[in-house]
């Protein structure tokens, strides 16, 4: 059974850190495109970085370069995501995503998508 769960959100205050987690059961990193996504309240979907299949490529959304990184755990198959410098503006729901055929910032219709991790930063 394919299912995506996020886990490592949290609150934390501003310039800090926290590692988002996604076991992702059930599938493959060398057929799906890996992802998170984040939406504030208010506020449409952003993509914040996408593993090519087999992590041929990387993308973190150009606002979020050298604060947010995303890395595979084959061993566990996990998708994680490094948060640091953390600012208010960063307070969302982190969503993992899993797609097949495409890899984009946004995602169609045949995306997979978890319940999402809330991550609140304040001051």
């Known amino acids: 059974q394919v299912q995506l769960v996020e886990s490592g959100g949290g609150s934390v205050h501003i310039g800090g850190s926290l590692r988002l987690s996604c076991s992702a059961a059930g599938y493959s990193f060398t057929t799906n495109c890996m992802g998170w996504f984040r939406q504030a309240p208010g506020k449409g979907r952003e993509g914040v970085a996408i593993?090519?299949?087999?992590?041929?490529?990387?993308f973190v959304a150009d606002s979020l370069k050298g604060r947010f990184t995303i890395s595979l755990d084959r061993t566990k198959n996990m998708v994680n995501l490094q948060l640091t410098s953390l600012t208010p503006e960063d307070s969302a729901m982190y969503y993992c995503?899993?797609?097949?055929?495409?890899?984009?910032?946004?995602?169609?219709?045949?995306?997979?998508w978890g319940k999402g991790t809330q991550v609140t930063v304040s001051s």
């Open positions: 593993l090519y299949p087999n992590a041929e490529y990387t």
């Open positions: 995503a899993a797609q097949r055929r495409t890899c984009t910032f946004s995602p169609k219709d045949n995306t997979d």
